[in-house]
């Protein structure tokens, strides 16, 4: 596996806490979500995978622990959304280190566990990764619906982004979201909060094959109201709506 240099990583660091404030902003009411990897306990072992839960008390078949409730980064609401240790420690259940989060944004957290192909970091300047995963969940309900024209968009848009990801090789040696993760556990925590500019307009985008059965979920779910065969019609209610 290809490793992003510790000196480069460190560099932009540098010139992080020597330029000017950021002034990224992420979805409205929300925290911004970082790219990010789960921390590793003395031993060196993860503390936690998105396949083996260190969470004995889950009876759920994919290991990860389910909670009702909005995502804290995208607002998604969500019966099957998951728990989320915010300081990506999973062994630490402190008050204030939980929260709510959906399934795409959940992904971003765990880097270090992808299987290659899984996903790719993308250059998507402009979007936040909030904006950025409720696009990317609408399109795999799109491709769920089985409407010919729903999914042919879909996959336009779906390789639009992902061809984004020859802007992070060029940048950065890479678009592995592990190789990110192994930078990242290299770095002291207290720069976590700075990767919020060392990897502005990055995204994690992801394959479909991930999240194809429970985007059937969402769209029995959450998209119920809105059903895939409504969108070009809420489309053009919205463009030509009165001033």
Same mark, same amino acid.
């Given at each position: 596996?290809?490793?992003?240099?510790?000196?480069?990583?460190?560099?932009?660091?540098?010139?992080?806490?020597?330029?000017?404030?950021?002034?990224?902003?992420?979805?409205?009411?929300?925290?911004?979500?970082?790219?990010?990897?789960?921390?590793?306990?003395?031993?060196?072992?993860?503390?936690?995978?998105?396949?083996?839960?260190?969470? /004995?008390?889950?009876?759920? !078949?994919?290991?990860?622990?389910?909670?009702?409730?909005?995502?804290?980064?995208?607002?998604?609401?969500?019966?099957?959304?998951?728990?989320?240790?915010?300081?990506?420690?999973?062994?630490?259940?402190?008050?204030?280190?939980?929260?709510?989060?959906?399934?795409?944004?959940?992904?971003?957290?765990?880097?270090?566990?992808? !299987?290659?192909?899984?996903?790719?970091?993308?250059?998507?300047?402009?979007?936040?990764?909030?904006?950025?995963?409720?696009?990317?969940?609408?399109?795999?309900?799109?491709?769920? +619906?089985?409407?010919?024209?729903?999914?042919?968009?879909?996959?336009?848009?779906?390789?639009?982004?992902?061809?984004?990801?020859?802007?992070?090789?060029? /940048?950065?040696?890479?678009?592995?979201?592990?190789?990110?993760?192994?930078?990242?556990?290299?770095?002291?925590?207290?720069?976590?909060?700075?990767?919020?500019?060392?990897?502005?307009?990055?995204?994690?985008?992801?394959?479909?094959?991930?999240?194809?059965?429970?985007?059937?979920?969402? /769209?029995?779910?959450?998209?119920?109201?809105?059903?895939? +065969?409504?969108?070009?019609?809420?489309?053009?209610?919205?463009?030509?709506?009165?001033?």
């Amino acid at each position: 596996m290809q490793q992003i240099d510790d000196l480069q990583f460190s560099a932009r660091l540098s010139d992080v806490r020597d330029g000017p404030a950021n002034d990224t902003q992420a979805c409205a009411a929300h925290p911004r979500l970082l790219l990010a990897t789960p921390s590793q306990v003395w031993s060196g072992a993860p503390v936690h995978s998105l396949s083996t839960s260190t969470h /004995a008390e889950t009876s759920f !078949p994919d290991g990860v622990l389910h909670q009702r409730g909005p995502c804290m980064y995208c607002g998604f609401e969500f019966e099957l959304n998951d728990l989320h240790h915010i300081n990506d420690n999973h062994q630490d259940h402190t008050d204030g280190n939980e929260g709510v989060i959906c399934a795409l944004c959940h992904v971003w957290c765990h880097l270090g566990e992808l !299987p290659p192909g899984d996903a790719y970091v993308s250059y998507l300047p402009g979007l936040s990764p909030c904006d950025v995963n409720h696009l990317q969940r609408a399109m795999l309900v799109a491709l769920s +619906s089985g409407d010919d024209s729903a999914v042919h968009d879909a996959r336009d848009i779906l390789n639009w982004m992902a061809s984004h990801r020859d802007y992070v090789q060029q /940048a950065w040696g890479t678009d592995e979201p592990a190789t990110f993760a192994s930078a990242i556990v290299r770095q002291p925590l207290e720069d976590k909060e700075l990767r919020e500019i060392v990897f502005a307009d990055l995204a994690l985008v992801i394959h479909p094959r991930r999240f194809m059965a429970v985007a059937r979920s969402w /769209a029995s779910g959450p998209y119920s109201d809105h059903p895939v +065969s409504d969108w070009t019609r809420t489309y053009y209610s919205v463009i030509n709506a009165p001033i």
